[in-house]
């Protein structure tokens, strides 16, 4: 698809480097992540372009190596979330009015610092700070985040050249996109660096002013991002980078009556909570705020006695154990007919049993550490609960250890029970739950799997029997916002699959969409008459 008013062609996916061994580009990302991890940096709060140190601290320390700190970061609070309110509400007015190519050039220059001299840095600070590996940094870190620049300001052109049809003659009738008054609150996860770059970024390229408030737990790569941000010519007050904790930021931002808009990707119940804070705020706010969000999800494979069982095994793998299962997206329960069953655990335990876990910096690790103490205590629990339960077994892994960093072996567990404990609420974890059905029941299992979960964010079939794949794709059309036949249901890529999901996963506005970008403009019709009439009167009111 070609841009008409400006000829400009869809952009290509950024390549995604592989970091094969003897390489430059492995060499090049080594030494960034030594240097990394030998320095020791202190990241300011960000608002209106000026470097904020409140003195109230947090750590930022390596998942794997939970002894090492790699940096601390200082916490915003009440009396910073006012002052980033009022350095937005300075930026927005000359921001919006900016035309709309320049604020484009400055994303797009971001999107060549990150492809070019940024990489290595944003990699290695996702490596370090986040626990991933070389392949799953570069998939996130560079090349969706590239991507979500790069595609957004091609659909910020398409957005900005969509006008009425039709003018008559005497009238010429046309759109105009504005931004949103006051500003855009952009909440961040962990476990997408592309996700943190993309969300307060997405608004402003549309013209609109956003306060960012990162993970906690990935204040160190989001700061190297918001340092792109900078380097690429973004104005101060633009976006203001507010670390800090959920209550002591959220609070006062949902209280200031300037909200525009929430662009948020987290937990069912973090969002549910400000969207009923939202609810009760709403005659204290000037506009109604705009609310995108994309939160949990309990994904599924269904396999039918017709699948490839290498194939499957495969998604299986990568599906529920890459980047530890710490994925929205990350298979976390499947359905397996008894047919396949025996072959199928077979070739799951061997393979298993190859996976290497550890240390970042060992590129030959398939696994690292899950993010913080939370989040192992949380995924453990979960296990516990397996191991005691008569309703299901481990087959595979199992144990986990906390001693030098938040490791945790990927855990397949099957079970006698459908609606299994794992295998309807979400773990976000490298635990996958089994259900043996019935190679007869295929039609009552795949209305099982969509009746199970409140969620519906992504989600597999595998068969090669067509008649099996269109039965499913009907009963599961609304179990799955992306749905993947014969794939794994991870790895989005912006331009190809917009991501987001319905029912209790979010919004489903789908981030690397032009749909997504559309949530932040609010139009304008403009109708100019050249030749108004002069007489109020009309034909069908004479007499004669």
Known sequence: MANALFNLPLPPNEPVRNYAPGSAERK???AKLTELKNQHIEIPLIIGGKEIKTGKLGSCILPHQHQKKVGQYHQAAEKEVQLAVQASQKARKQWAEMHWYDRVAIFMKAAELLAGPWRDTLNAATMLGQSKNAFQAEIDAAAELVDFFRFNCFYAMQIFEQQPSYSPAGIWNR?????????VFAVTPFNFTSIAGNLPSAPAIMGNVSLWKPASSAVYSAYYIMKIFQEAGLPDGVINFIPGSGSKVGNPVLASPELAGIHFTGSTSTFQGMWKTVGNNIHNYKWYPRIVGETGGKDFIVAHRSADLE??????????????????????RAYIPKSLWTDLKGYLIKELKTIKMGDVEDFSNFMNAVIDRAAFDTITEYIDYIKKSDQAEIIFGGNYDDSSGFFIEPTVAVTKDPKFRTMQEEIFGPVL????????????TLHLCDETSPYALTGAIFAKDRYAIELADRILVNAAGNYYINDKPTGAVVGQQPFGGGRASGTNDKAGSLLNMMRWVTPRTIKENYVPPTNYRYPFMQEK
């Open 28 to 30: 090049s990302l080594k």
């Open 175 to 183: 759109m105009e996109y504005r931004p949103l008054e006051g500003f």
């Open 433 to 444: 739950t089994l259900y043996i059905y019935d190679d007869n029941k295929y039609q009552e």
């Open 311 to 332: 194939a499957l095994g495969v998604a299986l793998i990568r599906g529920a154990f890459e980047y530890q299962g710490q994925k929205c997206s990350a298979a976390s």
